[in-house]
């Protein structure tokens, strides 16, 4: 047992540094998650401080802050929303698992892992962080962007697949035969549908019996649902950000605009604690020995998410700038391929540092790629067609960007 001056001062320590870190990358103008991850590494076993009094307090905040990450996804959508982009956007679903998985699964099965380990790599390839992506669209403003429900609705069905992936994943580790599995398959997709019935057929009245004029008890009934929504969804085998997503779905109208406007600076909040998490869950020491093929398998991946990104944004009629940032957005992994990773580690240990590598390594680069890879495909292809030329300034470059999506948009706005 720790003292709780030494948790107190351990959790101080960590928030003031993620004030800081988060400061220093407002200055150069870039998202706070890749120092949030280093902090974590700082502070972690093998790091230069390691912790040990907060550790679990740490690890709940980190569960708290996905779930406060895909609520707040979910409150900026309406059901009707997410119904019209799963239909939409389900083609493009299809290409996102076959140009991402397929990696992770050859991958796998070079490195002699079996079968079982290829499905394993493959999920982890495949699946892209909502948590992360989340942050990273809201850092940079472009919820309001065209290409924006392109990316969630691929997200809401990678999340929504992870209801079936993540059950017959565990099937497949533990040996149990074909009976078990289906079990586990059916109550899974059977939870999900029931909620997401609900969050479409009757979220007006889950709204209605939520509203409060009072702030306190409307954001203490929102989180409150929230948190025992995901909890009942991962004891039925179901992602705990799904149910959050769903019940972020189910809330409209001024209800939603209000828990948006409560929760949110809670969201910032544990979402860092959640990077902190994730970085003292990695052993510095482990990452050098498989750092070359995690670099080759995200280098893969990089591309095919990119190409991901283009073909989901062409169908929805963006123009190109906006395909790039599309496909930007969706390279970060993060909490979906650590839980598949920390799922497989038993029977196939070499799965969790090559893992925990590759995800690094996503996580870092998702907000430069996010970021960086409309601008630097632009500059490319210009310096390609008229030589070097004078970079406009920062806002003569966003103005023209904007008058491009607007041209390439079929009804013009």
Do not use: C
């Amino acid at each position: 047992m720790h003292s709780t001056p030494i948790l107190l001062i351990e959790l101080g320590g960590i928030i003031l540094v993620l004030g800081l870190v988060g400061r220093l990358a407002e200055r150069v103008g870039l998202s706070p998650i890749p120092l949030y991850l280093l902090a974590g590494l700082a502070f972690g076993q093998g790091g230069l401080l390691p912790l040990s009094a907060s550790e679990e307090f740490i690890a709940v905040g980190a569960e708290i802050g996905v779930i406060l990450l895909l609520l707040l996804l979910g409150l900026e959508y309406s059901a009707s929303e997410l119904v019209t982009s799963l239909r939409a956007q389900y083609p493009s679903g299809v290409v996102d698992f076959v140009l991402n998985a397929l990696p992770g699964a050859g991958a796998a099965l070079l490195l002699g892992w079996g079968p079982v380990g290829a499905v394993a790599l493959a999920g982890v390839t495949w699946i892209s962080s909502s948590g992360v992506i989340a942050k990273i669209l809201t850092d940079l403003g472009r919820l309001g962007n065209r290409e924006t429900p392109v990316i969630l609705g691929i997200l809401v069905i990678e999340d929504l697949s992870m209801a079936l992936y993540l059950p017959l994943l565990t099937a497949l580790l533990a040996g149990v035969g074909l009976a078990g599995g289906s079990i586990a398959l059916v109550i899974a997709l059977g939870t999900v549908f029931v909620v997401l019935y609900v969050a479409v057929r009757h979220g007006h009245w889950i709204s209605r019996a939520v509203s409060s004029d009072n702030p306190e008890m409307l954001l203490l009934v929102v989180f409150g649902l929230a948190l025992l929504v995901a909890g009942i969804a991962q004891r039925l085998q179901v992602s705990a950000a799904v149910g959050a997503f769903l019940v972020g779905i189910a809330l409209s109208g001024e209800v939603a605009e209000g828990a948006r406007r409560l929760l949110t600076p809670l969201r910032d909040l544990f979402a860092a604690v959640f990077f902190v998490f994730f970085g003292l869950s990695t052993d510095p020491a482990r990452i050098p020995p498989v750092l070359l093929p995690a670099v080759l398998l995200a280098l893969a991946t990089i591309l095919t998410k990119i190409l991901t990104g283009w073909y989901a944004a062409r169908r929805a009629g963006v123009g190109p700038r906006g395909r790039l940032r599309a496909g930007g957005a969706l390279v970060a992994r993060g909490e979906f391929s650590i839980v598949i990773a920390g799922l497989a580690v038993a029977t196939e240990p070499r799965i969790g540092p090559l893992a925990t590598a590759y995800v690094l390594i996503l996580v870092v680069l998702g907000p430069l790629t996010a970021r960086f890879t409309d601008p630097t495909v632009h500059r490319v292809q210009s310096w390609l067609r008229h030589g070097p030329s004078p970079l406009p300034p920062r806002g003569a470059a966003r103005e023209a960007a904007g008058a491009e999506e607007i041209a390439s948009s079929p009804q013009g706005s």
